[in-house]
């Protein structure tokens, strides 16, 4: 995934090659784990490298690997917002630094995140949650199947100020941004 701004170009990829305590792992300015890992546990590194006129760097995300970096962070001036798992993370991109992670799921594992209605929309398997600005859950929304499609698309559709919600089983839902079946 690509984003960029007037300031930052940022690429984020996963890096397969990670193991977990090696001393064999590529080089990050920085390194942050959601959770404390054993060696033996299921986790997932994804690489952000940020480009800008003043610095380059790479950081680290470790989580459990279920995620994908495919519509995985959402770039607002100098704060990248990146959704690992079952966490949404906010990193200061001029001080390098770790703003906060705010776990917004409790089942399941979290698939893409948008920017929506001054705030954000989570794509979970088993839940679509809205969160304000600062990572605080605003509301939640489950239908009769997970939020995974069998062709791989998303479930989410945005329209404007409502959301068209496709389930596995390709039920549709209709949400205002309240979180309101229309």
């Known amino acids: ?31 942050i784990q959601m959770e404390k890992y054993n060696r ?5 590194v994804y690489c952000i490298f940020v480009h800008s006129l003043t610095a380059d760097y790479s950081v680290a995300i470790i989580g459990r690997a279920y995620g994908n970096v495919k519509n995985c962070a959402v770039l607002e001036n100098n704060i990248i917002i990146i959704l690992i798992d079952n966490y949404v993370v906010f990193f200061d991109l001029i001080d390098e630094k770790l703003e906060k992670k705010i776990r917004v799921l409790d ?17 979970g398997e088993i839940d679509i949650i809205k969160v304000d600005k600062s990572g605080s859950k605003i509301w939640n929304f ?19 100020d409502r959301l068209l919600l496709t389930d596995f089983e390709g039920y549709t839902y209709h949400l205002n941004k309240l979180g309101k079946l229309i």
């Open 142 to 160: 489950s239908g009769r199947d997970i939020w995974v499609r069998p062709n791989g698309e998303s479930s989410i559709n945005i329209l404007r």
């Open 107 to 123: 089942f399941g594992t979290g698939i893409e995140i948008y920017p929506f209605d001054d705030g954000y929309i989570v794509n």
């Open 40 to 44: 033996n546990d299921f986790v997932c």
């Open 1 to 31: 995934m690509i984003l960029s701004n007037k300031d930052f170009q940022i690429e984020i990829t996963k890096d397969t090659q990670y193991t977990l305590f090696s001393t064999d792992n590529k080089f990050y300015n920085h390194i």
